[in-house]
T-cell receptor
Framework: GDSVTQMEGPVTLSEEAFLTINCTYT??????LFWYVQYPGEGLQLLLK?????DKGSNKGFEATYRKETTSFHLEKGSVQVSDSAVYFC????????????FGKGTSLLVTP | DGGITQSPKYLFRKEGQNVTLSCEQN?????MYWYRQDPGQGLRLIYY???????QKGDIAEGYSVSREKKESFPLTVTSAQKNPTAFYLC????????????FGDGTRLSIL
């Protein structure tokens, strides 16, 4: 079945470090891909998305490129801040044939001053 | 501001008791969803609704029930048949089921007394 696999956390970085959170997927069709962020005690917020191969989603300094050849959608940020500390979820949706999001298990990020 | 409102934020259930979690949206979205989140786990789909008066089971529907009598409302009842109900419950909506992304509420944390 369709699934998403994320790197396990927690990930601990110093402020201004480079961030990569790996995400790979398995899907029978052509999914749309998403990154969501969850701050403590809150719901999920959409961070960025990509709907077709080679699309790059970007928001708030975060980027991810939809790589069909490697079935990946890795999240990157060039310089993290303490305020980026949160749990990050990769997810996929199959659009016309899908009805909900398949989520990865989440990766916890802690950024220290 | 448009959004999704979940209430209450915290809820306690006694053994053998049914409880209902509220979810209201003013985004004029057709599709609504309920997810369950456990520590260290991704989100798992409980139920979803593509349109008023229609809903379908997700991956973990046993012990839960829903209704969709109004477009803006999608309440979730956790019944006494759900033996392990302690979790964080998230409600989401999207324009349609095939038109992602989903927007999330801030969640309800359910605990057993």
């Amino acid at each position: 079945g369709d699934s998403v696999t994320q790197m396990e956390g927690p990930v601990t970085l110093s402020e201004e470090a480079f961030l990569t959170i790996n995400c790979t997927y398995t899907a029978t069709g052509y999914p749309s891909l998403f990154w969501y962020v969850q701050y403590p005690g809150e719901g999920l917020q959409l961070l960025l998305k990509a709907t077709k191969a080679d699309d790059k989603g970007s928001n708030k300094g975060f980027e991810a490129t939809y790589r069909k050849e490697t079935t990946s959608f890795h999240l990157e940020k060039g310089s993290v801040q303490v305020s980026d500390s949160a749990v990050y979820f990769c997810a996929l949706s199959l659009g016309e044939t899908g009805y909900a999001l398949n989520f990865g298990k989440g990766t916890s990020l802690l950024v220290t001053p | 501001d448009g959004g999704i409102t979940q209430s209450p934020k915290y809820l306690f259930r006694k053994e053998g008791q049914n409880v209902t979690l509220s979810c209201e949206q003013n985004l004029n979205h057709d599709a609504m969803y309920w997810y369950r989140q456990d520590p260290g786990q991704g989100l798992r789909l409980i139920y979803y609704s593509q349109i008023v008066n229609d809903f379908q089971k997700g991956d973990i529907a046993e012990g839960y029930s829903v209704s969709r009598e109004k477009k803006e409302s999608f309440p979730l009842t956790v019944t006494s048949a759900q033996k392990n109900p302690t979790a964080f419950y998230l409600c989401a909506s999207s324009i349609t089921a095939s038109n992602q992304p989903q927007h999330f509420g801030d969640g309800t944390r359910l605990s057993i007394l």
